[in-house]
């Protein structure tokens, strides 16, 4: 699932769960792992300097920004997503925001309503531009 180039590793393990029925109101900062079932209202952040990964299941809602290293997003994002290295949108994904990302996979159905910005090793912001085919 994750590609074997980048400077961190994806966690391999779930350390914190937010179950299906729960909703949390405020920040969550996290190390390792965490998988979100039910609904945040507030920033999901990663611990500076460590490898954090995010799993929304197909139930999760984020009313918030998302600063983490890795993320599979497979719920609803309402606020821009910020990866350092990996995102996966799958096919229920439905991002309402930018998605910051230095690589990115997208599924079949996944929906962003945003801007896909991607993120090179120099720290500069480039928007990827779609370039429409020329008429001939």
Do not use: W
Request: include cysteine; charged fraction near 20%; proline fraction near 1%.
């Amino acid at each position: 699932m994750f590609g074997s180039k980048g400077s961190s590793k994806p966690q391999n393990r779930i350390d914190c769960l937010i179950g299906a029925g729960t909703t949390i109101e405020g920040n969550i900062t996290f190390t390792g792992g965490l998988r979100v079932d039910g609904r945040v209202r507030g920033n999901v952040v990663a611990t500076d300097g460590k490898s954090g990964t995010l799993v929304l299941s197909e139930q999760a809602q984020i009313e918030g920004e998302v600063h983490v290293s890795h993320v599979v997003i497979n719920g609803t994002v309402v606020g821009a997503v910020h990866a350092a290295e990996y995102v996966e949108l799958q096919s229920k994904a439905n991002v309402t925001g930018d998605v910051h990302y230095k690589t990115l996979e997208m599924q079949l159905g996944a929906v962003v309503q945003g801007r896909l910005v991607y993120q090179s090793d120099g720290k500069s912001e480039k928007v990827v531009q779609l370039k429409p085919a020329s008429a001939d």
